[in-house]
Antibody, heavy 120, light 107 residues
Framework: QVQLQESGPGLVKPSETLSLTCTVS??????????WSWIRQPPGKGLEWIGY???????NYNPSLKSRVTISVETSKNQFSLKLNSVTAADTAVYYC????????????WGQGTLVTVSS | DIQMTQSPSSVSASVGDRVTITCRAS??????LAWYQQKPGKAPKFLIY???SLQSGVPSRFSGSGSGTDFTLTISSLQPEDFATYYC?????????FGGGTKVEIK
């Protein structure tokens, strides 16, 4: 059974960089069969796809966030990470990591999510 | 970007009712559509892919249909554990986008 677990600071100051890590167990980020994504959900609102990374390191980002986002993969630790810079209060959200099969860009396994609040 | 519009935004129903949720895409997405169920404080759960294929372990009372721009999620006989918010997601093109959600509430 694949499990994903997000970790990182729950509070980030405005203009600083949000950094989160997703640790995968029961599966491998080195598998060519999956994309590894970040998705966020502001409190009380809907879901927004942030971007994905493939084991090779290739990435695809949401254009609305592309200038501020970096997703990277650490195969030796079976982890992938999100960095979002120059954050504002609008970036306050629950951040999920998720897995998408290579056969289709939908999300079959999700982490439990982690709330990141942007506030001074 | 492809806009996904769900209706209704909320529905009140009773246990045993048949519930239908609609999702409309702003352009043709063939059958590249997924459905998720989300309960408060929890991550979304994957229900349906390719518009009508049931994910393993999902009860058969859930079904999906549609292609092109119009899709539906049907719960044939609502159970207590089905009260939740449901989201559609298009998997046809980037950026991947979700509908605004439909909350299924207890009548």
């Amino acid at each position: 059974q694949v499990q994903l677990q997000e970790s990182g600071p729950g509070l980030v100051k405005p203009s600083e960089t949000l950094s989160l890590t997703c640790t995968v167990s029961g599966g491998s980020v080195s598998s060519g069969s999956y994309y590894w994504s970040w998705i966020r959900q502001p409190p009380g609102k809907g879901l927004e796809w942030i971007g994905y990374i493939y084991y090779s390191g290739s990435t695809n980002y949401n254009p609305s966030l592309k200038s501020r986002v970096t997703i990277s993969v650490e195969t030796s630790k079976n982890q992938f990470s999100l960095k979002l810079n120059s954050v504002t209060a609008a970036d306050t959200a629950v951040y999920y990591c998720a897995r998408a099969p290579h056969s289709g860009y939908d999300f079959d396994y999700w982490g439990q999510g982690t709330l990141v609040t942007v506030s001074s | 970007d492809i806009q996904m519009t769900q209706s209704p935004s909320s529905v009140s129903a009773s246990v045993g009712d048949r519930v239908t949720i609609t999702c409309r895409a702003s352009q043709d997405i063939a059958n590249w559509l997924a459905w998720y169920q989300q309960k408060p404080g929890k991550a979304p759960k994957f229900l349906i892919y390719a518009a009508s294929s049931l994910q393993s372990g999902v009860p058969s009372r859930f079904s999906g249909s549609g292609s092109g721009t119009d899709f539906t999620l049907t719960i044939s006989s609502l159970q207590p554990e089905d009260f939740a918010t449901y989201y559609c997601q298009q998997a046809n093109s980037f950026p991947l986008t979700f509908g605004g959600g439909t909350k299924v509430e207890i009548k």
